[in-house]
């Protein structure tokens, strides 16, 4: 089964309700309604969707945004769904992502992964990526 990638550009009720069954494999985050959809790629945000057999499978959103240091490209909230894992999605998604981002001009594309998501980490080492020699902080404000 090979997955197809699309970039959402309008978000209808099927990608909603598949974003629905699909975060909650991620995070505990409240799913976004189709107008907090709307408002990512309105603001400069691709958001891209795996399908096997024309079901949505997973999604990953690609952000892009300009700083002194030039275009920087940021992969987020990637997310295969647990039935369909092992399928080449994960990585399908992410090259379609880099392949965006280089398109569209970044020069390189940044991305996390927790330790423990230990098959996302062989993936992103796989395709390309490499651990950086830096610390990640975050303040909740």
Known sequence: MTPT???VETPTD???????RLLPQLSSATPPTASELEAIIAGGGT???ARID???VGCLTLILYRIPTGLKAWIEDVV???AARGNG???ALNLAAIDE???LGANAVNLTSRRERV?????????GFSARDSTVYRKYV
């Not at 099927?14 to 629905?20: I, N, P, W």
């Not at 098959?119 to 395709?127: D, P, T, V």
Request: hydrophobic share 55%.
């Open 5 to 7: 990638i699309e970039i």
């Open 14 to 20: 099927e990608v909603v309700t598949a974003l629905a």
């Open 47 to 49: 958001f891209f969707v």
């Open 54 to 56: 024309g079901q949505i």
């Open 80 to 82: 295969v769904d647990e």
């Open 89 to 91: 999605v994960g990585e």
């Open 101 to 103: 981002a280089r398109r």
């Open 119 to 127: 098959a996302a980490n062989r993936l992103y080492q796989r395709i």
